[in-house]
């Protein structure tokens, strides 16, 4: 049990274009999920914390308008890279808390996007 | 968050037991440490937590000093498999309604040898 899952995998667009990356928690419900971006040779960098039908909470540094979060269920959240630039290509991961005390964050396996 | 000190890699012998050392020395009362690893363009996978006890899974060992300074990863009988960078947090045990934000450091990149 436990499985987050991301979509897409992998996506590819034109400088300009928005992007929307989507986050499920497949057989549990999350209270809390969190989005992290990943440059190459670069460790996690926590971006913000989602929680179910409230605004997210954004790290030090992150434009809330350039990644527009919504967590509009206890199973989804996507987050969405508006105007997206070469600069913005990166590994996007999401993680979820299903709420259970002591219980760890459970990872997606990441979404690889390229902008050109 | 309390912050972590990692060597940027190591190597070990397939088959070896790969011992991965962490210093965390500003570690809360209330927070506990906790051992993930990245396998190459993969999400983050849970391998361990405790809080002071030595603590063992499927998985690996963890060894916390009594100080709660430091501790170390073991994992037992290391296979290819096990190549992946491999991070050290200290955090507050999630609660109810809310989990504690994961802040990671650089890690250590274990790489293992035929």
């Known amino acids: 049990g436990a499985v987050v899952s991301q979509h897409p995998s992998w996506v590819i667009c034109k400088s300009g274009t928005s992007v929307k990356i989507e986050c499920r928690s497949l057989?549990?419900?999350?209270?809390?999920m969190f989005w992290y971006r990943q440059f190459p040779k670069q460790s996690l960098m926590l971006m913000a914390t989602?929680?179910?039908?409230?605004?997210?909470?954004?790290e030090q540094g992150v434009e809330k308008d350039k990644f527009l979060i919504n967590h509009a269920s206890l199973t989804l959240s996507t987050l969405t890279v508006t105007s997206a630039h070469p600069e913005d290509s990166s590994f996007y991961i999401c993680?979820?808390?299903?709420?259970?005390?002591?219980?760890?964050?459970?990872f997606g396996p990441g979404t690889r996007l390229l902008v050109l | 968050d309390a912050k972590t000190t990692q060597p940027p890699s190591m190597d070990c012998a397939e088959g070896r037991a790969a011992n991965l050392p962490c210093n965390h020395s500003?570690?809360?009362?209330?927070?506990?440490v906790y051992w993930y690893r990245q396998i190459h363009s993969q999400g983050p996978q849970y391998i361990i937590h405790?809080?002071?006890n030595n603590e063992t899974n499927e998985m690996a060992s963890l060894i916390i000093t009594e100080d709660r300074k430091s501790s170390t990863l073991i994992l037992p009988h290391a296979t290819l498999r096990d190549t992946a960078v491999y991070y050290c947090?200290?955090?507050?045990?999630?609660?109810?309604?809310?989990?504690?934000?994961?802040?990671f450091g650089s890690g250590t990149r274990l790489s293992i040898r035929p």
């Open positions: 057989d549990f419900q999350a209270t809390t």
């Open positions: 993680s979820a808390f299903r709420g259970v005390v002591g219980e760890t964050q459970y």
């Open positions: 405790g809080l002071k």
């Open positions: 500003t570690i809360s009362g209330n927070e506990y």
């Open positions: 989602s929680n179910e039908g409230s605004k997210a909470t954004y």
């Open positions: 947090i200290v955090s507050r045990l999630p609660g109810y309604s809310s989990a504690s934000k994961i802040i």
